[in-house]
């Protein structure tokens, strides 16, 4: 799990300030999300399309094979072989949503992995002597497709639970409590991911539970039958002290959407930029506060409404700030947040060893992709979520699974 600390230098302002205004992911003017829509617009190709593009890379490996090997049969066979593993992603892109998996487009993803089959398929043609190039071809695909079926059925599904002790002198005297933090459902079904995570929900009986956004998947807002089922998974969350969700990406999580959702639910506090109160309120005795922060993406303006909130905190109560991204983290670190929970980067959702994320929505980059951080006096904690982004990406996450934590708040005198 990759977290981190750091020691920051004169923690009023935080460097990339202007960098923040050329860059604000999440937004429909961010380019990841350009990105996004430009694959959910490959699935309007007709079949077509998607057979002539495969028999045109099976052409050109059949080609590059043939010449290689100096034997036109031998590149024909590389190219059936080819073929026949891209028709197998495309089977199994096309029969997720059929065995309630995931539901996302087939063809997008479909002709990413194909471009990558492409390239394990042509690359070893370098080496010599020719047995090896046909071997390291031949285990290639086969590694791909061991690791796409892993990533697309298996590890979506294999849900962990991440526990953080957070001692503080600032709670001394109160009871220990346990507050189990939720974030990016993206739901699209409900599916056998959801059913568990409300089975873990019920085992591990938390004080309280925390969620920060991200409710439907991008593709399914405006779905009846997706808000129908998020409706009924967020009815089923029960904690004594409640429930307390913030909103997140505005994409994602309308607040038109939210009110709808939430609609009728009175377990369920939704804070918009809010603060919720909780302990004694003697003169020395500790108190906790939830601040709720409403994610726009836009850092400067957040971080002011943060500061706008902090003014109805008292003094030396413990904080525990809720905002969907960890992009507020100079600033909450600034201000003296206690504890901050966040989501939004699904860990990069596809990871790859000594690597890890490859894409993080953040304008910090990977330098908050998930995980435990530290900085001043503030914790911050980044969730890998539940869900999977939306509109044209694959449905898949990999050296990333689904994510939930329980934080176990105490005294420093507290024993573990």
């Not at 960098?19 to 429909?28: D, E, L, S, V, Y």
């Not at 791909?144 to 001692?167: C, H, K, Q, S, W």
């Not at 918009?272 to 020395?284: L, S």
């Not at 994320?357 to 979520?385: D, F, N, P, Q």
Request: charged share 20%; proline share 8%.
């Amino acid at each position: 799990m990759g977290s981190g600390s750091e020691t920051p230098e004169g923690i009023a302002v935080p460097a990339p300030l202007r960098r923040r205004r050329r860059f604000r992911p999440g937004t429909a003017e961010s380019p990841f999300h350009r990105f996004l829509v430009f694959m959910d617009r490959l699935d309007r190709l007709p079949w077509a399309v998607v057979g002539l593009w495969l028999a045109a890379l099976m052409a050109w490996v059949g080609l590059l094979w043939g010449e290689s090997s100096g034997s036109l049969a031998f590149g024909a066979a590389a190219a059936v072989l080819f073929g026949t593993f891209a028709v197998g992603d495309l089977v199994v892109l096309w029969m997720l949503p059929r065995w309630g998996y995931s539901f996302g487009p087939p063809r997008p993803p479909f002709f990413a992995f194909s471009l990558f089959r492409l390239f394990l398929a042509v690359t070893p043609l370098a080496l010599r002597p020719f047995s090896w190039a046909v071997g390291l071809s031949l285990v290639g695909q086969l590694a791909f497709t061991g690791n796409l079926l892993n990533a697309l059925i298996r590890e979506p599904f294999r849900l962990t639970l991440t526990e953080l002790v957070i001692p503080s002198p600032k709670l001394r005297g109160l009871p220990p409590l346990r507050i189990l933090h939720l974030t990016d459902l993206h739901l699209e079904r409900l599916t056998r991911r959801e059913q568990e995570v409300l089975r873990w929900v019920q085992d591990l009986d938390p004080d309280m539970i925390v969620f920060t956004g991200d409710l439907l998947n991008l593709s399914y807002v405006h779905d009846p039958l997706a808000q129908a089922q998020c409706s009924r998974f967020l009815e089923a969350l029960q904690a004594p002290l409640g429930v307390y969700l913030v909103t997140g990406t505005p994409l994602v999580d309308p607040p038109e959407l939210v009110r709808r959702l939430l609609y009728g639910f009175s377990h369920i506090t939704w804070l918009e930029d809010q603060v919720a109160h909780f302990g004694q309120w003697g003169q020395q005795a500790p108190r906790m506060c939830l601040i709720g922060v409403t994610c726009t993406h836009d850092p400067e303006r957040d971080g002011q409404r943060l500061q706008a909130l902090m003014r109805e905190v008292p003094p030396n109560a413990f904080t525990v700030l809720l905002y969907h991204s960890p992009d507020l983290f100079p600033e909450a670190s600034a201000l003296g947040i206690d504890l901050y929970l966040c989501g939004h980067t699904h860990g990069g959702q596809i990871r790859l060893p000594f690597i890890g994320a490859l894409v993080t929505a953040s304008i910090y980059g990977k330098r908050y992709e998930m995980g435990r951080y530290r900085r001043g006096g503030t914790t911050m904690y980044v969730s890998r979520g539940l869900g999977m982004e939306g509109l044209g990406m694959p449905r898949m996450r990999l050296m990333c699974p689904p994510e939930i934590v329980l934080i176990h708040l105490q005294g420093d005198d507290a024993s573990e």
